[in-house]
């Protein structure tokens, strides 16, 4: 089994920063893309930004350039710090991974239990 524990959500101000950290752990071989999805309450859970395990990452138009995605391969982490907080990125974020249990095994996607992040105005 494959655990991810998310850790550093809260309440912020519009403007201010959070920074979101995400650890796996269990059975695992390898770790591939690895990501940050949020949701609102009756939507759909929506992709912020995923990393590879090379480092390239992609982002959600609405979050480019004040939010940056990071992992430290050796860890099985991924961080994703926001900046510039606005109001409309209220949501609960969820950590995914896709993980590889065995060298011999294809790939299972994993979530995290979600963290809240709130930015007032």
């Known amino acids: 089994q494959v655990q991810l524990v998310e850790s550093g959500g809260g309440l912020v101000q519009a403007g201010g920063s959070l920074r979101l950290s995400c650890a796996a752990s269990?059975?695992?071989?390898?770790?591939?893309?690895m990501g940050w999805y949020r949701q609102d309450p009756g939507k759909q859970r929506d992709l912020v930004a995923a990393i590879t395990t090379g480092g390239t990452a992609n982002y959600a138009d609405s979050v480019k350039g004040r939010f940056t995605i990071s992992r430290v391969n050796a860890k099985n982490t991924v961080y994703l710090q926001m900046n510039s907080l606005k109001p409309e990125d209220t949501a609960v974020y969820y950590c995914n991974a896709r993980v590889q249990a065995y060298y011999y095994s294809g790939g299972s996607d994993y979530w995290g239990q979600g963290t809240q992040v709130t930015v007032s105005s």
């Open positions: 269990g059975s695992i071989f390898r770790v591939n893309v």
